[in-house]
């Protein structure tokens, strides 16, 4: 069931109750948006490649990228979000795990011009990229203006906590086994929501419609709400295995070394560099 339904609403009907006619406006975008490109409400875990990745770079696997419809966004190092205005959102790269009880990650307001309305939350893939977490189909969003949790629709406004302001942390947690969700604000859990999504595939997703800094933590330092740290809810470890170099053994065959007219002698059984007995480097560290 979609949204509209969900409200007992038409699209035309939800037109009419929506004021101003950039809300109207967004809204006709988002809809016509969810026809052209359908979500993907599967369910499953983390593919082989996405596994390999995870394991590679820890929670640092997780970032996010501007898509080619996002303007006046900025990415560095893949979790630092800048925000210039309109409506837009960001959508992590890859989806929650899917495997432990509870996920969780973090959004520090760095900085919150007035007036500006961040939204953050979980959300599935092919999401809207000009239109705020909650307020397009298959998401659910914690809005910093009002304190409000909308559920896949600008009218569904299911929850209401406290505003948030600069400075301040959102936390947003994901229990893929029951399909709720919980949000947080500098440590505490503010509220609750049920949704009809267990195991599915949900993404964390960051938004904003006016100028904003925004730092995302998906677990690679300390959490401010501490049952994260003490549960491990992070998405991931801090840091990845990655693999160790190469081993350095006969470079007989290098093009530089085949270059030298030596070259074949200067290569044996042994490992390069050669292996040298304690006269010998005695007499180098003799000063």
């Not at 997780?62 to 893949?78: D, L």
């Not at 795990?97 to 953050?120: C, I, M, S």
């Not at 994901?174 to 049920?194: L, T």
């Not at 690679?220 to 350095?248: C, D, I, K």
Request: hydrophobic share 35%.
């Amino acid at each position: 069931m979609d949204s509209e339904s969900s409200l007992g609403l038409s699209i035309e009907g939800a037109l009419d109750k929506l004021e101003g006619m950039a809300a109207q406006r967004n809204y006709a975008y988002a809809c016509q948006y969810a026809e052209a490109h359908p979500i993907d409400d599967s369910t499953g875990l983390l593919s082989s490649s996405d596994l390999e990745l995870v394991a590679e770079h820890g929670a640092g696997a997780w970032q996010f990228e501007a898509s080619e419809e996002n303007i006046g966004v900025s990415v560095r190092n893949g979790t630092e979000v800048e925000f210039t205005g309109g409506e837009q959102s960001l959508v992590a790269n890859l989806q929650f795990p899917n495997q432990q009880r509870v996920y969780y990650y973090e959004v520090r307001l760095t900085r919150l011009a007035h007036g500006t309305n961040v939204a953050v939350g979980i959300a599935m893939h092919s999401y809207p990229p000009l239109r705020l977490a909650g307020w397009a189909r298959n998401s659910v969003g914690y809005h910093t203006c009002d304190g409000s949790v909308y559920h896949s629709h600008p009218l569904d406004r299911i929850r209401n906590s406290r505003p948030a302001y600069s400075s301040d942390t959102l936390g947003v947690g994901w229990r893929p086994r029951s399909g709720k969700v919980f949000f947080a604000i500098n440590g505490v859990i503010v509220s609750h929501v049920r949704t009809p999504w267990a195991q599915k595939r949900l993404y964390p997703i960051v938004s904003a419609d006016g100028p904003c800094s925004l730092s995302v933590n998906m677990g690679t330092r300390a959490f401010v709400l501490s049952h994260a740290n003490m549960r491990y809810w992070a998405v991931a470890p801090p840091e990845g295995q990655r693999p160790p170099p190469p081993l350095y053994h006969c470079a007989s065959e290098s093009l530089l070394l085949a270059a030298s007219p030596s070259a074949s002698s200067a290569c044996s059984s042994h490992d390069v560099p050669p292996k040298y007995d304690d006269d010998h480097h005695a007499r180098f560290l003799t000063f």
